[in-house]
């Protein structure tokens, strides 16, 4: 069975960074991609930042050059570091981790960002 299990959020005033950490356990194999997703309120899931087993990073456009995610690969963890937060990054951030096969998701995080 595969656990994917997010922690970080929280409520964290506009301008300020916050770190989330995402960490897979149990029978996944090998990691290609690990990744974060989000959900704005009444919105559907976007995509927010991914991070492959050979450190290749993709970026939403709106994240690009305030996030960075980075990974641990011995510990099938990733980071998603977040800076000059805005109360639109106010959403449940999801950690995916995916093999060749099949795809993994946590159950989420919630950020709030208060102006």
């Known amino acids: 069975q595969v656990q994917v299990v997010e922690s970080g959020g929280g409520l964290v005033q506009a301008g300020t960074s916050r770190r989330l950490s995402c960490t897979a356990s149990?029978?996944?194999?090998?990691?290609?991609?690990m990744g974060w997703y989000r959900q704005l309120p009444g919105k559907q899931r976007e995509f927010v930042a991914t991070?492959?087993?050979?450190?290749?990073?993709n970026y939403a456009d709106s994240v690009k050059g305030r996030f960075t995610v980075s990974r641990d690969n011995a510990e099938n963890t990733v980071i998603l570091q977040m800076n000059s937060l805005k109360p639109e990054d106010t959403a449940v951030y999801y950690c995916?981790?995916?093999?060749?096969?099949?795809?993994?998701w946590g159950r989420g995080t919630q950020v709030t960002v208060s102006s």
């Open positions: 991070v492959t087993s050979g450190s290749i990073t």
């Open positions: 149990g029978s996944i194999g090998s990691l290609n991609v």
């Open positions: 995916k981790a995916s093999t060749l096969y099949s795809d993994y």
